[in-house]
């Protein structure tokens, strides 16, 4: 799972080839904690296919509005840098994340 | 549930909110085996409020989630056991009741439905459009976004009025906009939040539309004595803006609508004992129809629906 930041964000997402899957959380936010295992569970689920990791927004805000990201929690997919898609608030669920994967897979 | 003897608990709770989690602690510490089943979050609405003050005890650490999680923690050392689980539907004919989830069928002698209610939309265009992309309904999910912004509060009960505080620790400025003449808040409540410096308030006045392109950049409001209608847009050195809504619920019926009589706004109908028509199908909680949703009435409702649950397993062995 990549801990991502203002520092990395750009080489690890932006810059990275293939797909990353971006957990975005707030430390106030219940329902990301909520959802921070079964985010964690999938990340073995799709090893080699798809790169996992989680930005705490509550240190990252500029970034995370940046990435159009303003409501938690919030699952967003990028293929070769690009924003793909995402899940958001009640959609940011298991079900809704491997939608969301196969749909680009 | 792969066990060769299928397991037949005696009671599954559906939900757990204040509510379940009451019924759940009731019901195991009568020794019934107990199921509460939970979709996404423990503790429902009340685990995305900041500050609850008006649960009799809760006075220090009183946020939603430390009040959720010494419920569960209660519920669970009696006994309860907690599964997450999405229920699919619902089949209560006969003594053996059975939840369909996606994690298998799933048995049970009584039933408690506590699902609960969820936020009610303003229904105006650009709404869900925006929704996470400035429009929110939980303030302490999404109100650190909104750090030196402005943000505009729907709703006039207690609950916009103690989260427009909330948001107002984080907001440059709030705006609480209310459709009517005067709040239905409790009286503190509204004379806190109007000698509030950071809040402002609006009534009369109702949302037309959410004005954005991928992120909310204005409303347009309409006040309903002069029919004015006018749009306010955010600052251009912001260039966004938050719209928070809590205007009160809607109750999660959607897989017992055609199962139970619900009342004229789509809340379950029980006698005072929480009993619905269906022998051993009983509700707590605020999908109920009743006059006060508070974690207090919750909690009650919980309780009795445990015990009259308990009552009802036990007839069946008689």
Redesign the interface.
């Known amino acids: 799972m990549l801990i991502l930041d203002k520092d990395n964000f750009e080489s690890q997402v932006l810059k990275a080839s293939g797909l990353v899957l971006v957990d975005f959380w707030g430390e106030g936010c219940e329902p990301c904690k909520a959802l921070m295992p079964d985010f964690e569970a999938l990340e073995s689920e799709y090893e080699g296919k798809v790169v996992f990791g989680k930005l705490n927004t509550s240190q990252e805000r500029r970034l995370a509005i940046s990435q159009r990201v303003l409501g938690l929690p919030t699952v967003v997919l990028y293929k070769d840098g690009t924003r793909m898609g995402e899940c958001t608030k009640d959609q940011a669920n298991p079900a809704g994340i491997k939608e969301l994967i196969a749909q680009h897979l | 549930m792969n066990n060769t003897l299928e397991m037949v608990y005696d009671v599954i709770i559906i939900g757990a909110g204040p509510a379940g989690l009451s019924a759940g602690l009731y019901a195991a510490r009568a020794k019934m085996s107990t199921l509460i089943l939970e979709r996404?979050?423990?503790?429902g609405q009340i685990?995305?409020t900041?500050e609850v003050a008006n649960y009799p005890g809760s006075i220090k650490d009183a946020t939603?989630?430390s009040l959720v999680a010494r419920m569960v923690e209660q519920a669970e050392e009696f006994g309860a056991v907690r599964m997450r689980a999405?229920v699919s539907g619902f089949d209560f004919e006969g003594t053996i009741k059975t939840v369909y989830t996606?994690k298998g069928e799933l048995k049970a002698k009584s039933i408690i439905l506590a699902m609960g209610a969820k936020p009610r939309l303003l229904d105006v265009p650009g709404e869900k459009l925006l929704?996470?992309?400035?429009?929110?309904y939980?303030a302490?999910?999404?109100?650190?976004?909104f750090?030196d912004l402005e943000v505009y509060v729907f709703g006039g009960g207690d609950t916009a009025l103690e989260e427009a505080m909330f948001i107002a620790k984080f907001a440059r400025k709030v705006t609480i906009v209310h459709r009517r003449d005067q709040f239905r808040a409790a009286k503190s409540i509204v004379e806190k939040a109007m000698n509030h410096p950071k809040i402002e308030m609006v009534l009369n006045t109702g949302a037309k539309r959410i004005i954005g392109d991928?992120?909310?950049q204005g409303i347009e409001l309409e006040n309903f004595i002069t029919g004015e209608c006018k749009e306010v847009l955010a600052d251009p050195n912001d260039g966004?803006m938050?719209v928070f809504v809590f205007v009160g619920y809607l109750p999660e019926t959607g897989l017992v609508k055609d199962l139970v009589k619900l009342d004229a706004n789509g809340y379950i109908i029980t006698d005072e004992n929480m009993k619905t028509d269906i022998p051993g199908v009983f509700v707590a909680g605020d999908i109920r129809s009743k006059s006060l949703r508070q974690v207090v009435t919750a909690t009650a409702d919980g309780a009795i629906a445990a015990v009259m649950a308990e009552k009802y397993v036990d007839s069946l062995h008689d």
Not at chain 2, 40 to 43: A, K, Q, S, V
């Open positions: 996404d979050r423990t503790g685990a995305g900041e939603g989630p999405d996606d929704s996470g992309k400035g429009v929110s939980c302490t999910c999404d109100a650190e976004f750090t991928g992120m909310v966004l938050g």
